[in-house]
């Protein structure tokens, strides 16, 4: 098991930053690949960044690729989104996510583990 806690959400106004922490604890963190998702009210949640299992290679979603950066301390068991020029359409609830086996880092069913979200609200 891996538990996954999320945090660093908050009110923001368009243009502004936020950094998104999640804490992992349970198995050997460097084994997993890790992920963020967010989920917007009435959509499905979606890929927005991920990180492999030492950081040597990134992912982004087109819309957030130069505006957002995420990175890992495995020492400190600790993945993060830094999320900068934020937009209102960035308003979403975002989750970490944590997938042993990386067949495909986009898709919500890779991931074996989520932390509980953490809101974003953009206003413009």
């Known amino acids: 098991q891996v538990q996954l806690v999320e945090s660093g959400g908050g009110l923001v106004q368009a243009g502004g930053s936020l950094r998104l922490s999640c804490a992992a604890s349970?198995?050997?963190?460097?084994?997993?690949?890790m992920g963020w998702f967010r989920q917007a009210p009435g959509k499905e949640r979606g890929f927005v960044a991920a990180?492999?299992?030492?950081?040597?290679?990134?992912y982004y979603e087109d819309s957030v690729k130069g505006r957002f950066t995420i990175s890992r301390d495995n020492a400190a068991n600790m993945v993060y989104l830094q999320m900068n020029s934020l937009k209102p359409e960035d308003t979403a609830v975002y989750y970490c996510?944590?997938?042993?086996?990386?067949?495909?880092?986009?898709?919500?069913?890779?991931?074996?583990?989520w932390g509980q979200g953490t809101q974003v609200t953009v206003s413009s």
């Open positions: 996510a944590a997938a042993y086996s990386s067949t495909d880092y986009r898709i919500v069913g890779s991931y074996d583990y």
């Open positions: 349970g198995r050997t963190f460097s084994n997993y690949l």
């Open positions: 990180i492999s299992r030492y950081g040597v290679r990134t």
